[in-house]
DNA sequence: TGACGTCAAGATCCG
DNA sequence: CGGATCTTGACGTCA
C-alpha cells in the first residue's frame, strides 16, 4: 500500500544531514547539529507529503550521539515545539516512518557492555519516535544480532535481555532476517514465540536463504501472522542486488520492472514496503507511480527532472521520450521509467554530455559575465582535452545554477545522478 | 588485525 | 584561498 524510502533524499533543498565526531561533540556543537538536523527533516517530510511518499525511515543520526553518554542534552526538551511541529505533520499526512538501529545495536551479545550499549540505544531511537508524538505503529526495527558459535544460546539471550526492555521500547519493535546469521525461519520462530512482528527481507532471504524451494510468497504470508491490528500494516523490505558489487550489496535504482512482478506476485498492496536503495526517494516515486493510477503531471513533472540526465547519456531516448508522453491517455509511467533505466545505463559519451552542458547553460547564457562565459569555454575544452572531467563541468554549472538561482535547474537530477 | 557498511567531517593536495 | 579528492570516524562481529 505504502512505499518509501530509508534516511536521505536525493534532490531535495534543505534535507541535509550533519554530523561530528566524538572529540568535537560539545554541547554546543552538538545542538547546531541537532538544530539543522530537525530542519533537515521537516524538509524531508514537507518533500515526503508532496510526493505522496507515506512510508519513510528516519536516520538514526538524526540527534548525533543519541545514546553515547557525551550527548547529555535534553533534545527532547530543548526542541520539543519543532518535534511537535513535525510529528503533527506526521500524522496528518498519514505518514508512517520508522527507524532501524543498525548492525553495530547488538542485544544478544555475551559482553554486557554491548548489551547495555544496545538497550540504551533502543531507547534512544523509542525516545525519539515518542518525542514526535507518534503511536506504536511507527516501528523500530533490529536484527537479532550474532551467533558466538552456539546459536541455541545466543537466541536464549536475545529473548531474555528483549524481556528486559521498556514497554515503550517493546512496543515498537520489530525483527529483521539478515543476509548472515538468522535466516527468516530463525526470525519467525523468535517473533512468534515472544509476539514480536517480523519484517521479511528479500535480499537478505536470497543471500541467507532457508531454503530456496520456498517462495518469497510464502515467507511473507507467515510473516504476516506476526503482526496484530495495533502493530499497524504488515512491512517488509524490498532490495536489489547491485549487479556490480558484492552479494547483498543494494543496487543503485530500483529496476522497475522486476519490482511491479514482484509487487504482483505477493499482493503489494496489502504491504508496507520500504525500499532499501541507493538512489532513495527517486526509487520511491517511481515505485509509487508504477503502482497506481497516474496523471499525466506527475509523470510530465518527473521528466522535468529526469530529462538533462536524459540528454546527457543519451539523446535518442530523449527524442523517444518526448514522444511517449504526447499519448496523454494512457498510462505512462512503467514505459516512461524504462527509458529512463536503459538512458541511465548507457555508457558515457563525450559529445552528448557536452551537448547536455550546453543546454543547462542556456539557462545562464543571458545573465552570465564575461569571466563565467570564458570559463564555460575553458572548462568544456579542458574536459575535451581529458584534462577536466565531467563531474569538474557540472560542478560549474551548479555553482551558476545556485548563483543565479535556477529553479528548474535546482531541482533538475542533472547534477545528482551519474 | 582488518573487513564489513555508511555517510559526512576532516585532512590534504592543487592551482 | 577555494575547490577537488582522499582518509577517517563510530559502532560490534567474525575470519
Not at 548472515?180 to 520462530?189: A, E, G, P, T
Amino acid at each position: 500500500m505504502s512505499i518509501g524510502y530509508a534516511c536521505l533524499t536525493i534532490g531535495v533543498e534543505n534535507s541535509q544531514q550533519k554530523s561530528c565526531n566524538l572529540k568535537n561533540a560539545t554541547p554546543e556543537k552538538l545542538q547546531e547539529i541537532i538544530s539543522n538536523n530537525l530542519n533537515s527533516l521537516e524538509s524531508i517530510v514537507d518533500y515526503n507529503i508532496e510526493n505522496n511518499i507515506k512510508l519513510f525511515r528516519i536516520s538514526s543520526d538524526i540527534i548525533p550521539f543519541g545514546s553515547n553518554p557525551i550527548n547529555q542534552l535534553s533534545w527532547w526538551t530543548l526542541y520539543e515545539n519543532k518535534l511537535n511541529k513535525i510529528g503533527t505533520k506526521i500524522k496528518n499526512s498519514g505518514m508512517r516512518v520508522s527507524m532501524h538501529p543498525g548492525q553495530y545495536t547488538v542485544l544478544n551479545s555475551p559482553d554486557s557492555k554491548v548489551v547495555e550499549n544496545a538497550i540504551c540505544d533502543l531507547n534512544y531511537h523509542g525516545k525519539f519516535l515518542d518525542s514526535l508524538g507518534l503511536n506504536r505503529e511507527h516501528k523500530l526495527i533490529l536484527h537479532i544480532g550474532g551467533i558466538y558459535q552456539e546459536k541455541e544460546n545466543a537466541i536464549s539471550r536475545f529473548e531474555e535481555n528483549y524481556r528486559k526492555l521498556e514497554e515503550s521500547v517493546r512496543k515498537r519493535l520489530v525483527i529483521e532476517n539478515d543476509d548472515r546469521s538468522y535466516n527468516i525461519r530463525d526470525v519467525l520462530d523468535i517473533g512468534t514465540k515472544l509476539s514480536i512482528p517480523v519484517v521479511f527481507d528479500n535480499l537478505h532471504n536470497k543471500v541467507n536463504p532457508v531454503n530456496e524451494e520456498i517462495s518469497e510468497e510464502t515467507w511473507i504470508c507467515l510473516a504476516a501472522i506476526t503482526w496484530k491490528v495495533n502493530d499497524g500494516r504488515q512491512k517488509i523490505h524490498y532490495s536489489q542486488q547491485n549487479p556490480i558489487k558484492k552479494r547483498g550489496s543494494h543496487a543503485e535504482t530500483i529496476g522497475i520492472r522486476e519490482f511491479v512482478n514482484f509487487y504482483k506476485r505477493v499482493k503489494g498492496e496489502n504491504l508496507d514496503i520500504m525500499l532499501e536503495v541507493k538512489d532513495k526517494n527517486l526509487s520511491a516515486v517511481k515505485c509509487i507511480l508504477c503502482t497506481g493510477r497516474q496523471k499525466i503531471s506527475s509523470i510530465e513533472s518527473e521528466w522535468g527532472h529526469y530529462k538533462y540526465a536524459v540528454l546527457e547519456k543519451a539523446p535518442d531516448i530523449y527524442q523517444e521520450i518526448r514522444k511517449l508522453l504526447k499519448n496523454k491517455n494512457e498510462d505512462l509511467a512503467l514505459p516512461f521509467y524504462e527509458a529512463i533505466e536503459r538512458a541511465m545505463d548507457t555508457e558515457n559519451n563525450k559529445g552528448h554530455a557536452i551537448n547536455a552542458a550546453q543546454h543547462v547553460w542556456g539557462y545562464f547564457k543571458d545573465v552570465a559575465n564575461e569571466k563565467e562565459k570564458n570559463d564555460f569555454v575553458k572548462i568544456q575544452e579542458n574536459y575535451k582535452a581529458d584534462i577536466k572531467s565531467l563531474e569538474n563541468v557540472k560542478s560549474y554549472l551548479w555553482k551558476l545554477t545556485l548563483k543565479y538561482q535556477r529553479e528548474y535547474l535546482i531541482n533538475s537530477l542533472y547534477f545528482f545522478l551519474t
